[in-house]
């Protein structure tokens, strides 16, 4: 199959088909992933918490995210490789460059940041300089400490519009897509409508135009807290294959998310 590029999503949203998207973070997965027809992989900087057994994304280097980056690179043939910037690495759009140029040469082909609005001039620098922007609103996990807890966001009135302006903001500044993690499933709907790039939700309703999931939350090995949106993919499978393409079917079909994975 043809490889899976940055425009080709925008198209996916045109066209009315759902985005799939997986947590990968090393080469053999990467190979699964895509042969299962997984369009987007995302080397996470939850890698801190499910490879690392952090209980905090907040430990992760840049050096973590670029190894498993290039991992991830070497078992990949068409899907979209998107790489976290940890925590730390994009306080100011100079740094932001210097980090996103190691992601970028460990083979990501677009990298992701957590916040809203104060990030624009960030997502400008960077797309103006080649390397493909996607935001990351709502539960934003880099965040926690200020958060006080992994919460659903944008429950008021006055949080749902800041995020809805963050979104615009970022979108003008050039993003090409937004993860929407942890809101109402009626401003992931919102938001979708709203705004021309696509909007990847985890926990953020059936109507964005796609889904991610943690592959440890979908395959149901990772021994910590199970969020509200995640659903383990390997009940009723008997091979990690099948478990992967069941994601995939389900998010294409809009059986998954289900009422149960909503907020
Ligand atoms: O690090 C990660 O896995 C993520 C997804 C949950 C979107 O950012
Ligand atoms: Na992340």
């Known amino acids: 199959s043809k490889a899976i590029?940055?425009?080709?999503?925008?198209?996916?949203?045109?066209?009315g088909e759902k985005i799939t998207m997986l947590t990968c973070y090393d080469a053999s997965f990467a190979t699964l992933m895509d042969r299962c027809g997984v369009e987007v992989l995302l080397v996470g900087d939850s890698l801190g918490m499910v490879?690392?057994?952090?209980?905090?994304?907040?430990?992760v280097s840049i050096a973590d995210m670029a190894y498993h980056t290039a991992s991830v690179a070497r078992g990949?043939?068409?899907?979209?490789l998107m790489t976290d910037m940890p925590f730390g690495s994009y306080a100011t759009p100079?740094?932001?460059?210097e980090n996103a140029v190691k992601l970028m040469q460990a083979g990501a082909q677009m990298v992701k940041i957590e916040g809203g609005a104060w990030l624009a001039d960030t997502v400008r620098f960077l797309t103006e300089r080649a390397?493909?922007?996607c935001a990351h609103l709502g539960l934003t996990p880099q965040s926690v400490h200020q958060l006080g807890g992994y919460k659903v966001q944008g429950k008021s009135d006055s949080a749902a519009a800041q995020m809805k302006s963050d979104a615009l903001a970022l979108q003008e500044a050039g993003a090409a897509i937004v993860i929407?993690?942890?809101i109402p499933a009626a401003l992931g709907k919102e938001l979708t409508d709203m705004l021309a790039m696509p909007t990847i939700g985890i926990g953020a309703g059936p109507d964005c135009s796609?889904?991610?999931?943690?592959?440890?939350?979908?395959?149901?090995?990772?021994?910590?807290?199970?969020?509200?949106?995640?659903?383990?993919?390997?009940?009723?499978?008997?091979?990690i294959d099948a478990a992967v393409r069941a994601f995939v079917t389900e998010v294409k079909n809009k059986a998954f998310p289900a009422a149960e994975h909503c907020f």
Do not use: W, Y
């Open 180 to 182: 929407l993690e942890a």
């Open 76 to 80: 990949n043939r068409t899907a979209l």
């Open 51 to 59: 490879c690392q057994g952090h209980s905090s994304t907040l430990p």
């Open 131 to 133: 390397i493909p922007v």
């Open 94 to 97: 100079e740094i932001a460059f």
């Open 5 to 15: 590029t940055v425009p080709a999503l925008l198209a996916l949203k045109k066209a």
């Open 210 to 239: 796609g889904q991610v999931l943690v592959m440890h939350d979908m395959l149901g090995v990772f021994p910590g807290h199970k969020a509200k949106f995640v659903k383990d993919f390997m009940e009723g499978q008997t091979s």
